[in-house]
């Protein structure tokens, strides 16, 4: 079976004409609608002709790309590197993915760069070795990943909090029951009696708080209990009792509108808002507005904080895998998350999630 494949034309200026590039219908059809960035690069690294989605990766309006170096997309300390990669696949061109074993990135206009994927497949004809490039933004991909390693750590670290807590608080607390028990059965006077099941009282009271402490922790059974509403009122009081910021409360009633996954969702984003709020923002206020429409919960938490640059949190520093997550939570009932911020300027993270129909349910 045939195949045909693509051709560089160039115009009389001896630039190329790309959209004389692809001679096949088909393979012109695939190139425009690419999911992914691909550029035609001749054996001198020159661009010859680039599809829409390769502009949109590297900001570029895609005729702009046409005529420049290949080198124009990678960044500055990596050119050198790049250059030697690119004669060492033109010395032995075969189809491979470029940069085995290395973080490879890519630069937009501005100067910014990205983390890629790039495929390469030699393409020969009448007018020599071109190559084909396929590239693709994987930074979805590594933050989700990072975020999966995240949750694992947090897992981990929960699981050893857990752990601390029972062994240094509560099993403290039970063997000085039994301790007391013990006394109270040897003691014959009866006020040195009354002394010790007061203490063991108030022993048991603190021990039962501490357990009921870390369940909490686990998944709130107010929940269940009393609805979304009074369980982040009760979050909300415990946070600030324990040294949190001011916090402004106000909540239409949502529990008739929602299921319980929904009602989960809310509140880990709003917990998780709220303690962004005080580990990375260090708010003196933050606001929080729960309000509903026929189709939507809407939960808004704004804190008058530091602030950030979103495109630079990271997952390792907690706050960019707790944007993650949040977002993460969120697509798993149909919702979405909304982050605005800039530095000095505090921080507004705004959730929708819809309200679920008996078409739905």
Not at 65 to 84: C, I, Y
């Amino acid at each position: 079976m045939s195949q045909t494949t693509p051709h560089v034309n160039e115009t009389a200026s001896g630039r190329p004409d790309s959209a004389a590039d692809l001679e096949s219908g088909e393979f012109r059809a695939m190139f425009e609608a690419s999911p992914d960035g691909i550029i035609l690069v001749d054996a001198g690294g020159r661009i010859r002709a680039a599809n829409p989605r390769a502009g949109e990766l590297f900001d570029y309006a895609r005729e702009e790309l046409v005529g420049q170096q290949v080198e124009v997309l990678v960044p500055d300390a990596a050119r050198d590197l790049h250059r030697g990669e690119r004669e060492c696949f033109t010395a032995d061109p075969h189809a491979r993915p470029m940069g085995i074993g290395l973080e490879l990135r890519g630069r937009r206009r501005d100067g910014t760069s990205f983390p890629v994927e790039i495929s390469l497949s030699p393409l020969r004809t009448e007018r020599g070795l071109f190559v084909i490039a396929t590239i693709r933004d994987v930074t979805q991909r590594l933050r989700l990943r990072a975020f999966g390693l995240g949750a694992l750590r947090a897992a981990e670290e929960e699981r050893r909090r857990i752990a601390r807590e029972l062994h240094d608080d509560t099993a403290q607390r039970l063997a000085a029951i039994q301790l007391r028990l013990q006394l109270l059965k040897d003691e014959r006077s009866r006020s040195d009696r009354t002394a010790l099941l007061e203490e063991i009282r108030n022993d048991l009271a603190e021990a039962g708080e501490a357990v009921r402490r870390i369940a909490r922790g686990l998944r709130p059974p107010a929940l269940e209990d009393v609805g979304v509403v009074t369980a982040l009122r009760s979050h909300i009081r415990a946070h600030i009792e324990e040294g949190g910021p001011d916090v402004e409360f106000e909540a239409d009633p949502v529990d008739g509108l929602l299921g319980d996954e929904e009602k989960l969702v809310l509140y880990r984003v709003v917990q998780e808002a709220l303690s962004n709020s005080v580990r990375h923002a260090a708010a003196s206020l933050v606001s929080i507005r729960i309000a509903t429409s026929s189709h939507t919960v809407t939960a808004v938490v704004t804190d008058d904080g530091r602030g950030f640059a979103i495109g630079r949190a990271q997952p390792e520093d907690g706050r960019g895998l707790g944007l993650v997550g949040m977002r993460e939570r969120a697509s798993l009932v149909g919702g979405r998350v909304e982050i605005e911020s800039e530095p000095g300027a505090g921080t507004r993270v705004r959730l929708q999630i819809p309200v679920p129909t008996e078409e739905s349910e």
